[in-house]
Structures are given as structure tokens and as C-alpha cells.
């Protein structure tokens, strides 16, 4: 017997059901904050410090050169397939910043670190691979450990974020931008282990989840980007 989303039912929950019981599956999004635009405006303002709209948000470089938008590390375009570290050297594996000394696929017509940063269409696609793949390999994880990405979203949790305790709302916007701050491992960890962990600059991973959860977004927006 299979709940809605295609997952199975625990032993215990099948127990429970009764004939004619209706199933409801927790929202995805949660607020009128906005649509997936909306949200990926949010990000970016977030990632960049710069307000919508502005054509150098696509050109931001900070002090550890994460660039773009998105604020990209080679970790996230290696994953991507648009770069190939120098000799297995890239930031958080060998290195302390990005130095990208490697060199790009052409992937997407992407040539060069400065192409990258001058194709904004380039960027929005990958920022959708990147909700693609964290999406993906956070369901694997969680499957792997007999759970369902559906039992956690509309939840009320509650963390302890260095000795603070904060009420969160797990919605798919919050995930996706988790993710994206502390990679899918990241926010599995938060999920099924309550481990909340923090970027580089002490940002914690709650701190994107709160912020830039509640947009009404579907996996539809991102699974199939296009261009």
C-alpha cells in the first residue's frame, strides 16, 4: 500500500488507516510570499547584497570567489559538469577559496570564469540544475533511511542553533535555498539528524530555510529547466 507521493506506508502508519480515510499531503509552499521567481529574486538579493533587477548581481564576486548571482563554488559547477578542477584541487578539497584554475567544459557555450559570470542566462540555468540535483539527492537520502521528503514539509520543527532554539517551517523554498547554502548532505543532516551547520562566513543553514521558505514553488519549476 502507497501514500499519494508513490511511497510506501510504514508498518505502523498502515496499521492506523481506515476504510474511506482521506490522506492529505502537506503543502509545498505555504505563504503569499510569492512564486518560484519571486523566490529566486529572494536568493539572489540574499546571495549578492544587490536589489533585483540590478544586471551586476550576475557579476558579484566575494572574498572566497563564490560569483554570480547565485554566489557558484566550483564544488556546485564540477557537480554541473561546466568545470574540471587542476589536478583534483577545488575549495573544501585542497583549497581555502576558489581559484579556478581548472578549466570549463563548454558546457552551455561556457568558456571561462568570465563567461560565466557575463551570461546570465547560463547562471538561471544552473541555479535550476542545482534545485534538480539537490532535490534528487536529498529524496535519495532520505529514502535510504525509510523516509519521505512529504513527512517533513509544513512541519513546525524545532532546532537549537548554537544554543538558541528556533521554530522553524520546513517548506520546499526553504529547502532548496538550505541546500543551496549547505549542499543536499547539509540539509539532510538538519532533516533526519536536527544538525544545524553554518557556511564558511557563519551563516547558519536555518537562517535560509526561515528567510526564503513559504514561496509557492513545485519541483515542476526547476526539474526541467529548458534553454
Not at 533587477?53 to 563554488?73: A, H, I, T
Not at 535555498?177 to 536555518?206: C, Y
Amino acid at each position: 500500500m502507497k501514500q499519494p507521493d508513490g511511497t510506501p506506508f510504514t508498518e505502523d502508519e498502515a496499521k492506523n488507516l481506515q476504510p474511506g480515510q482521506e490522506i492529505c499531503l502537506p503543502i509545498r509552499g505555504g505563504t503569499n510570499k510569492g512564486g518560484f521567481r519571486d523566490f529566486l529574486e529572494a536568493l539572489g538579493r540574499r546571495e549578492t547584497g544587490l536589489p533585483s533587477g540590478d544586471p551586476n548581481q550576475y557579476k558579484v564576486e566575494n572574498s572566497l570567489s563564490f560569483m554570480g548571482k547565485y554566489q557558484f563554488g566550483e564544488p556546485l559547477l564540477i557537480d554541473l559538469g561546466y568545470y574540471i578542477p587542476k589536478d583534483g584541487i577545488f575549495f573544501g578539497n585542497g583549497a581555502d577559496k576558489n581559484f579556478w584554475r581548472g578549466t570549463w567544459t563548454g558546457k552551455k557555450g561556457i568558456d571561462s570564469k568570465s563567461q560565466f559570470l557575463n551570461s546570465p542566462d547560463v547562471q538561471e540555468f544552473a541555479i535550476r540544475e542545482e534545485f534538480a540535483l539537490n532535490w534528487k539527492r536529498i529524496n535519495d537520502t532520505l529514502k535510504g533511511q525509510g523516509k519521505s521528503i512529504d513527512k517533513f514539509l509544513g512541519q513546525e520543527k524545532i532546532f537549537i542553533d548554537r544554543g538558541v532554539s528556533k521554530t522553524i517551517i520546513i517548506t520546499l523554498s526553504g529547502i532548496l535555498a538550505g541546500a543551496h547554502l549547505r549542499g543536499a548532505s547539509g540539509l539532510a543532516d538538519l532533516l533526519l539528524k536536527d544538525q544545524v551547520s553554518a557556511d564558511e562566513f557563519g551563516t547558519s543553514i536555518l537562517e535560509y530555510i526561515s528567510e526564503l521558505g513559504g514561496y509557492d514553488v513545485s519541483p515542476v519549476d526547476f526539474e526541467n529547466p529548458g534553454f
